[in-house]
């Protein structure tokens, strides 16, 4: 098969003796760790280095591989090529026939479209990780430890310290909200979101094949860092990601799952799941047939509510193709003056922009490898290695889209880099034949009580947090 010939080919070879490898690591561990990007006039630095990291994987390995080898292939290019080339079209269209609804300048046309190639990642990601026996595919992790370490180091300097940047956006390279509020200091920085991967990984590991101390050390400084940022939709994002990890991690529930059900429906069923959620979160937001709950008084939450309604509006002006990227609400509401065109609302804000066929190959991507990668997760064995590696990356990929609900990950550098590498961990989880299951029907997972405590622990976070007055 095709993707046997891509295991076996990523498998073989000596990477000291190309650039492709270096390059890959060098440019995540550039987007994980620094979130105040150098900028070359209008162009921020990432994009010529994800282009030429791009370039060289493409020459070295990639033009010698078929797209067969990577089972995300088609929804990869149609989010990260197609869709920003027919959507700033529209945006130009859009800007030279004029909008009621919509402003659209050409250089937030052109930032708004680069967010959406760094999925493409997900190549050299899926070629150059290796297996699940090999150590590769846990290179992308250390640059994100290293974020948790500076945010540990941040927090010190500003709570213990006092070394002056209370109450500031930007620290040496990094931007984000430093400061007091509700009663603790915050370290917030968007690159956080990489938590979510890291965290998935890690559980997955732990729950599927076996913890040590430091998989529960490098837990303890993800999560601890992840109180610190004191941001609720982080926390959203890393419960639905040990959430999810459960469900898929249990072998013999998977199977019995699977038996009680035909595979055309269950394979769809956590996918479905998410939609769901999508459409329950928006609901609550527009105030359509919910009730409001007790939290709508929170400053941070009216803000997303006030928007809600008027990205609809817009989206009502253009509920196809949308109104194009880097479109703003011409007298509505402005999240940032730097970057008008972008909304904590993901999906409305996708909606807005790109129509329901945008918002469906967003989808897409998402969700593509949801259905194969359910079925072989109920065949594999518990200790498989490569149930690991597809589990985080579903958990990855629903962790992510579920923040997404009401905050701007999903739309970002890092956001887009979680997703590349969620398919990533997942495709190579399902290269190679399977292994018949071993045991009982309802055998445990041996990290089954290390993980369930971590997924506690986070709920009771999650609930403090959503306690406060946080964003």
């Not at 650039?19 to 010529?48: E, H, M, N, S």
């Not at 990780?129 to 640059?143: I, V």
């Amino acid at each position: 098969m095709a993707s046997d010939r891509a295991g076996d080919r990523v498998s073989a070879g000596p990477f000291s003796r190309g650039l492709a490898w270096p390059a890959l690591i060098f440019i995540v561990g550039y987007i994980a760790i620094f979130t105040q990007d150098l900028r070359l006039g209008a162009v921020p630095l990432k994009v010529p280095l994800v282009v030429t990291a791009l370039a060289i994987w493409w020459w070295e390995r990639g033009r010698h591989a078929a797209l067969a080898d990577f089972r995300a292939a088609r929804p990869v290019l149609a989010l990260g090529v197609a869709a920003p080339l027919i959507w700033s079209l529209v945006a130009v269209v859009t800007r030279a026939i004029g909008s009621d609804v919509a402003l659209i300048a050409y250089g937030d046309i052109a930032e708004a479209a680069s967010r959406f190639g760094y999925v493409l990642l997900y190549f050299p990601l899926a070629d150059l990780l290796g297996d699940a026996r090999s150590p590769r595919h846990r290179a992308w992790l250390w640059p994100v430890l290293v974020l948790a370490v500076v945010t540990w180091l941040l927090w010190a300097g500003m709570a213990v310290v006092d070394a002056g940047y209370r109450d500031r956006s930007t620290v040496l390279a990094f931007s984000g909200i430093f400061g007091e509020q509700g009663g603790a200091f915050r370290v917030f920085v968007a690159n956080q979101i990489l938590f979510v991967p890291a965290l998935g990984l890690l559980l997955a590991r732990a729950l599927a094949v076996r913890w040590s101390w430091t998989t529960l050390g490098a837990l303890a400084l993800l999560l601890s860092a992840s109180y610190h940022a004191h941001t609720r939709g982080l926390w959203i994002a890393l419960l639905a990601t040990g959430v999810v990890v459960l469900l898929l991690g249990w072998t013999g529930l998977m199977r019995y799952l699977l038996r009680l059900s035909t595979a055309r429906y269950m394979k769809w069923a956590l996918p479905g799941l998410l939609v769901v959620i999508v459409g329950v979160a928006t609901a609550v937001l527009l105030g359509v047939g919910v009730d409001r709950i007790g939290f709508f008084g929170d400053q941070s939450v009216a803000a997303r509510v006030s928007q809600a309604g008027i990205l609809v509006d817009g989206w009502r002006n253009q509920p196809v193709l949308g109104s194009g990227l880097g479109a703003s609400l011409r007298g509505g509401y402005v999240r940032s003056i730097a970057d008008p065109w972008s909304f904590e609302l993901t999906y409305l804000q996708v909606l807005f922009q790109m129509g329901v066929v945008g918002l469906a190959i967003l989808l897409w991507a998402l969700m593509a490898l949801w259905p194969e990668t359910v079925q072989a997760l109920g065949r594999r064995a518990g200790g498989d290695g490569r149930r690991v590696l597809s589990m985080a990356g579903l958990a990855t990929l629903t962790g992510v889209a579920v923040a997404s609900t009401t905050n701007p990950y999903l739309l970002s550098a890092f956001g887009m880099l979680c997703v590349a590498i969620g398919l990533a961990l997942t495709d190579l989880g399902l290269r190679a034949p399977d292994k018949p299951v071993a045991g009982p029907a309802l055998a445990r997972p041996p990290g089954l009580p290390v993980v369930l405590v971590v997924v506690v622990a986070m709920i009771v976070l999650c609930v403090l947090e959503f306690a406060g007055e946080r964003v």
